[in-house]
Every structure is written in structure tokens, then in C-alpha cells.
């Protein structure tokens, strides 16, 4: 299988501490994208980061990306029980289409 | 707002049934996409589809196939639904090309009986 590989599988912390997940991916990436679940729901869109790119803001989310090493993570800071969900790296397989991580699911407990 | 339907979200069938999944897409997409989601395997690639009448295979499209007659719409058909196809079915779409974002509907939760 060509999926990527999250890193923990699960992750639970307090309001306010910072939650951190890791991504190795296989394949050569023009970008990497961070997805983000819902209990039961589809999957939403988060950040996207470019193979030229090392890191990468939006709001309480930061991204870093180290293409030697195939690797990313995801760093939400200030945790809200609402961003309990599973979180899932993607990344282009064969050329043709996104593949996705097994995911991280976090739990953010008030 | 990007908006993708998912004509279902809890079905239950019977083993050996025709089972039809339907997609729409209200964005004008190029391409279509089907995942299953299975726990502690993720979303798996079943099929996908970069125009009209045109489909790929993903990763694993055994048992599986498809059907894109327009543009907005993409079925999954389980030809003969087995109890081992019981899981979350995920369909996405996007604009051009493979790395783009992708946007999803709510799923489909189907369980084989």
C-alpha cells in the first residue's frame, strides 16, 4: 500500500494545551494536504502545503513540511474541545489521485 | 460552497443484493472519487474519475465498480454486495489535477446483512 502513516493513531489532552500529529507519506509530493473528520462525517479541508514550502499558518493551525525526510506534521495550539476529530494527511499517488493516512484521532477534553 | 451529495446515509442490504451509491456534485468538477473507511485502515481508494465516461481504478476497486453517465453524478455499484463490503463509503470531487483540494459528502453507512 502507498498510504501515508500518521503518528500517534490517538491523542487525547486538556483545553489549551497544544496537540501535535505527525505524517510520513512515500511518494514524491508537489504538495501535502491535512484533512480533518468529524464523528461520522465526511472530510473538510484544512491546509494545504507546497513541496517548496517548510511551514505554514492558518489561525491556530501550523504545518511544516521536511521533503527529505517525507515527512509533515500538524500543530493546532490553544485546544478546543471542538476540535475533537480524526486528522488525515494526503498526498499524490501514482500522479493521479490523493491517498490518504490512516489518521490520528484527537480527543480534547474540557 | 462547494457542495457534495451522498443520496444515503445509513443503508442496510442484504448479502447478494445490487447495491447503487450515488454522488452528486453541484461545482462543475473534473473529478469524482470513491473511498471506503474502515477502522484502523483509514480511507482506501476504490475508484475514481477525471471526466464523463472515464474511470480509474484505485486501490482497491475488487467488487466494485462505477459509472459516471454526467459530469455532476458518480455511482459506486456493488454488483454483489458481501457482508465484508459493510463500511463507510466516502465520495469527493475536484477541480484539474491529482493534487488538488477535495471536497466530501457526509458518507454512506452501509452495513450488509
Known amino acids: 500500500s502507498q498510504q501515508g502513516e500518521e503518528d500517534p493513531q490517538a491523542l487525547s489532552i486538556q483545553e489549551g494545551e497544544n496537540a501535535t500529529m505527525n505524517c510520513s507519506y512515500k511518494?514524491?509530493?508537489?504538495?501535502l494536504q491535512w484533512y480533518r473528520q468529524n464523528s461520522g462525517r465526511g472530510l473538510v479541508h484544512l491546509i494545504l502545503?507546497?513541496?517548496?514550502?517548510r511551514e505554514k499558518h492558518s489561525g491556530r493551525l501550523r504545518v511544516t513540511l521536511d521533503t527529505s525526510k517525507k515527512s509533515s506534521s500538524l500543530l493546532i495550539t490553544a485546544s478546543r474541545a471542538a476540535d475533537t476529530a480524526s486528522y488525515f494527511c494526503a498526498s499524490v499517488w501514482a500522479g493521479t489521485a490523493l491517498i490518504f493516512g490512516k489518521g490520528t484521532t484527537l480527543s480534547v477534553s474540557s | 460552497d462547494v457542495k457534495v451529495t451522498q443520496s444515503s446515509r445509513y443503508l442496510v442490504k442484504r448479502t447478494g443484493e445490487k447495491v447503487f451509491l450515488e454522488c452528486v456534485q453541484d461545482?462543475?468538477?473534473?473529478?469524482m472519487f470513491w473511498y471506503r473507511q474502515d477502522p484502523g485502515l483509514g480511507l482506501r481508494l476504490i475508484y475514481f474519475?477525471?471526466?464523463?465516461?472515464?474511470?480509474e481504478k484505485g486501490d482497491i476497486p475488487e467488487g466494485y465498480s462505477v459509472s459516471r453517465e454526467k459530469k455532476e453524478r458518480f455511482s459506486l455499484i456493488l454488483e454483489s454486495a458481501s457482508t465484508n463490503q459493510t463500511s463507510m463509503y466516502l465520495c469527493a470531487s475536484s477541480f484539474g489535477g491529482a493534487q488538488n483540494i477535495q471536497y466530501f459528502g457526509a458518507g454512506t453507512r452501509l452495513s450488509v446483512l
Open positions: 474519475s477525471y471526466d464523463v465516461k472515464m474511470k
Open positions: 511518494t514524491s509530493i508537489n504538495n
Open positions: 502545503i507546497r513541496s517548496n514550502e
Open positions: 461545482m462543475d468538477h473534473e473529478n
